[in-house]
């Protein structure tokens, strides 16, 4: 793997946090450095949008990015993403279409944080009028391997690195709202999984979301330890759920 040439990109829709900020110029060092150092490429951009719709924020880095025709690789990430400083180093070394990191939703109530920002589609298990009724929604996960890479159906856009070939392949508008209350995420996942592209995770990229607290694993591991409802109601990665959501 050479001539790798990354675009950091973050959309930007209110206030900056000063831990995500600092974690994106680690990220940013730390590739860097790693890529002159195996003799990779190198970072060869940034850009962060401001006071936009998310999904035209998401459309606007994705045209600027294709605009560079030396760019292969587009990093995706959030305003209130607390990212790992190797976190782009690890998805490199996936070697997918489309990689991600794991990140942890937010919650008013903290018994309420911890659920993955990761989902699942069963095709099979739904009936076609559900399908039809719901073409982007998808099961959450809740239980997931956590030292080995996994497919997943969506995994939000916090921490995701896109290859070239996404975006020239998929037709604009690669992200939209049309998906109802699913957001252009699952709009994006919807199309790139129409267009032969698989998602990869790597469960070792952990991610911070923050706000006045900071949301991480670790709520993960205390809903694990201390809910007993809260694998029963989502997806196992490796299972099929049945069609109410319940585990089979």
Same mark, same amino acid.
């Given at each position: 793997m050479s001539g790798i040439n990354i675009a950091f990109t973050s959309t930007?829709?209110?206030p900056l946090w000063s831990p995500a900020v600092s974690s994106w110029l680690n990220v940013v060092a730390y590739t860097a450095r790693h890529c002159e150092i195996q003799h990779l490429g190198k970072v060869?951009?940034?850009?962060? $949008?401001?006071?936009?719709?998310?999904?035209?924020?998401?459309?606007?880095?994705?045209k600027d990015f &294709? *605009?560079?025709?030396? +760019?292969?690789?587009?990093?995706? $990430?959030?305003?209130?993403?607390?990212?790992?400083?190797?976190?782009?180093?690890?998805?490199?070394? &996936? *070697?997918?279409?489309? +990689?991600?990191?794991?990140y942890f939703l937010r919650s008013a109530q903290p018994e309420g944080r911890g659920q993955p920002c990761l989902y699942k589609r069963p095709v099979a298990r739904l009936s076609d009028r559900a399908?039809?009724?719901?073409?982007y929604g998808q099961y959450p996960v809740t239980i997931f391997p956590t030292e080995e890479p996994f497919r997943a159906g969506a995994s939000g856009l916090g921490c995701v690195l896109f290859t070239r070939r996404v975006f020239e392949t998929m037709p604009?508008?690669?992200f939209d709202l049309s998906a109802e209350k699913y957001g252009s995420d699952m709009y994006f996942y919807k199309h790139a999984t129409d267009y032969g592209f698989e998602?990869?995770?790597?469960?070792?990229?952990?991610?911070?979301?923050?706000?006045?607290?900071?949301?991480?694993?670790?709520?993960?591991?205390?809903?694990?330890?201390?809910?007993?409802?809260?694998?029963?109601?989502?997806?196992?990665?490796?299972?099929?759920?049945q069609t109410n959501g319940a585990h089979a």
């Open positions: 930007a829709y209110g060869g951009g940034a850009g962060v $949008t401001d006071r936009q719709y998310t999904h035209m924020a998401e459309n606007q880095l994705v &294709l *605009d560079h025709p030396e +760019a292969t690789h587009l990093f995706m $990430t959030e305003m209130d993403m607390v990212l790992p400083r190797d976190c782009i180093v690890r998805l490199l070394e &996936l *070697d997918k279409d489309i +990689a991600s990191g794991v399908k039809d009724a719901n073409p604009y508008p690669w998602c990869w995770v790597d469960p070792r990229v952990r991610c911070g979301q923050i706000d006045y607290y900071q949301t991480t694993i670790e709520d993960w591991y205390w809903q694990l330890e201390n809910n007993p409802d809260f694998g029963r109601a989502g997806y196992i990665i490796g299972r099929e759920p």
